[in-house]
C-alpha cells in the first residue's frame, strides 16, 4: 500500500486532506503535537467523517496511524549547541555551530533502546557521507556559504542518517537530505556580536526538527523533485552570492538589529 505522511492532524487535516489521500488508497500517518489526538487515532485505527451538505453522508477512514510530532530532539538539540556556547567539549560535526543537529536525531533513538550502537554508527558513516559532498559540491562554513551551509547541511546529513536508520533506501536517504537542504535554502550567518549563541543555538533545533520530518517524509513515500547533488550545487551558489554581512561577520541581519546593538554596547561597557 502506498504511503503518505500527514503533517497536523486536526479538522482540516483528518477531514479534508487525510481523509483524501485515505480514500485514494493511501496509509495514511498523521504527525501532531497533540498526544491525546495522536493517541486515540492510534487505539481507533479509524475514525468517521460527517459531511454536512444537501444530502448529509457520513465515510470512514481507514488505514491510519499517528506519530508525535514533538519529540525529545528539541532538548537535545539545546544541550549540545549550549555546550558549544559555553566552551565545553562537542563534536563538530559537521561544524562547531551546527553541532546539535545530528546529537538531537540519534541520541534519543539510542537511549530508548530503538538503535544500538552498531546502528548508531552504521547511521554516522552515512551522515559523514553526504556531509563529504556537500564539503566537495559547495561548502561547510558559514563563513562561504552562510547558515545554510552549517546547520542546512547539518540537516541534511541528519535526515539522511535517520533515513537509513528507519530502514530507507539510498534513494529514500538522497530523497531526505536533499528536502532538509532544500527547506533551509537561503539561511544566512548572523550571530549577535560574533558569538554562536544568538541564534544559532535555535536554529540547531529547527534544523534536527527538520531532518525528523523530512526523513519521515522520504519513508513515507515522499520524493523531491530536485536530485541532491543539484540541490547541493544550488546551495553553493546561493552562499556566494549572500552578502559578506550574512556570512559569519556579524554584520547584518540580526545582528545588526537595535536590540543586537544595545546588547553588543552594554557588554562592552562591562
Known sequence: MKQAIM???????????GAILSRSGYHVTFADVNMTLIDAINAEGRYTVHIQDRNPAAFTITNIDGISSAGPEL???LKTAECNACMKRIVAAP???SCGVLPAVLLPLARAGEADE???????YVAAGFGQVIAARAT????????QAEVGAASAMAAAALCHLKGGTPEQCAAAAAMALGNLLGL????VAGLVEVPCIKRNVV?????VSCANMALAGVDYAIPCDEVIDAMGRVGSLLSPDLRE???GGLANTPAAREWCAAQEEE
Open 7 to 17: 503533517i497536523g492532524a486536526g479538522n482540516i487535516g483528518r477531514g479534508f486532506i
Open 75 to 77: 532538548a537535545e538539540a
Open 95 to 97: 561544524t562547531a555551530g
Open 118 to 124: 552498531e546502528a548508531i554508527c552504521d547511521a554516522l
Open 140 to 147: 561547510l562554513a558559514g563563513a562561504e556559504g552562510g547558515c
Open 188 to 191: 544566512v550567518c548572523d550571530p
Open 207 to 211: 534544523g534536527a526538527v527538520n531532518a
Open 249 to 251: 561577520t556579524g554584520q
